[in-house]
């Protein structure tokens, strides 16, 4: 019984969790393509681009962590 429960929530919330970083950097990377010249050089863009790589490096983080958890649900 503890193992299905375990399966489903993992189910639902890994593309939860992963889609929700991956949707974020999209609108902050979307943001930053679209920033106006005025904007760009300073430290304000430096700032977006900062928030870029911190939501990559959460989205590939919180991947590598759901397939370590369905491998250590799985065997």
Do not use: Y
């Not at 189910?11 to 679209?34: F, K, P």
């Not at 870029?52 to 962590?65: I, P, T």
């Amino acid at each position: 019984m503890m193992r299905v429960a375990r399966k489903s929530v993992s189910s639902d919330t890994d593309r939860g969790s992963q889609g929700v970083l991956e949707l974020a950097l999209s609108q902050e990377q979307n943001d930053l393509d679209n920033m106006p010249e005025d904007l760009h050089g300073d430290e304000e863009e430096e700032r977006a681009e900062d928030v870029v790589d911190a939501l990559e490096r959460a989205a590939m983080a919180c991947g590598d962590a759901i397939t370590a958890c369905k491998e250590a649900i799985h065997g």
